[in-house]
């Protein structure tokens, strides 16, 4: 028998401490399944992009990150990941999205790789009337894949609007009803296209766009271009759609728009895809 304090007991510790470790997820798999995606969701990770005014602006992605698993590999390795972000350093450039995604690639022995990033972005905005500033929130998403040495890159942003409703300002003694809303346009393009160019080109498209802080002035202003300029939702669409038919750059695009409705207990919704 081999006491606690035998220095046969240590000898045999050791031993099970240095043995290989079984690596299931490289098991075979028989049920002969190709898997498409597979990976990591949910990561938040600080990024770097280019901002048209600041030249560079720090936020905070979210993440999610995937390979293709053949039908003969039981799983992938979820680790190697998470390592790939972070040989990329402590902040993720957006140059950088195609060497992680090759990393991927060869990490993870895959033919594809997915990378999706979204993350709030940042405008200084003045008020229409008395220029006081505030700072605007956006949701903003890259989403890439690489198709062996291919790269298929989209853009997303969602910006909120204001749209006053036309048949309610025709019907209607006093006023009219409008609301909030929220425009997804997402993007192949052959150049870069600037996320503010494209938040500008949505926000051009409603009755009025929204800002983070108006005085009494500028909420008149606001108030009284939103009714000179009544959209319904497919006017809205429609309105995204002939700018981004016009804009040179721009192979394929999205456009969706919803409308939070103020007098109902639905909301509005329209879509335009072209490409």
């Not at 990024?47 to 995937?66: F, L």
């Amino acid at each position: 028998m081999i006491r606690a304090n035998d220095p046969a007991a240590g000898l045999g510790q050791d031993l099970r401490a240095k043995a290989p470790l079984h690596d299931v997820q490289s098991g075979r798999d028989h049920r002969e399944l190709r898997i498409d995606k597979v990976g990591v969701r949910g990561l938040r990770f600080p990024i770097q992009i280019r901002d048209k005014a600041h030249s560079h602006q720090n936020t905070i992605a979210t993440i999610a990150m995937c390979v293709d698993l053949p039908k003969e590999f039981k799983g992938t390795h979820m680790s190697r990941f998470i390592e790939v972000l972070n040989a990329h350093g402590s902040i993720v450039h957006v140059e950088n999205i195609e060497d992680i995604l090759h990393a991927m690639q060869a990490k993870l022995h895959a033919d594809t790789a997915h990378l999706e990033m979204e993350f709030p972005f940042f405008l200084t905005k003045k008020a229409p009337v008395t220029g006081k500033e505030g700072v605007m929130d956006y949701t903003a998403r890259f989403a890439a894949t690489a198709s062996g040495k291919e790269i298929d890159f989209i853009l997303t942003v969602i910006v909120g609007v204001t749209t006053l409703c036309p048949c309610s300002k025709a019907i209607s003694k006093y006023g009219a009803h409008n609301q909030r809303g929220n425009v997804t346009v997402s993007i192949r393009s052959d150049k870069v296209v600037w996320i503010e160019d494209l938040i500008a080109l949505v926000e051009a498209s409603a009755s009025s766009e929204l800002y983070s802080l108006l005085k009494r002035q500028d909420e008149k202003a606001v108030t009284e271009r939103a009714y000179e300029n009544p959209v319904f939702v497919e006017d809205l669409v429609r309105n995204v759609a002939l700018k981004l038919n016009a804009h040179p750059d721009v192979t394929w695009y999205k456009a969706e728009a919803e409308n939070f409705e103020s007098i109902h207990n639905h909301n509005a919704y329209a879509c335009i895809e072209k490409g």
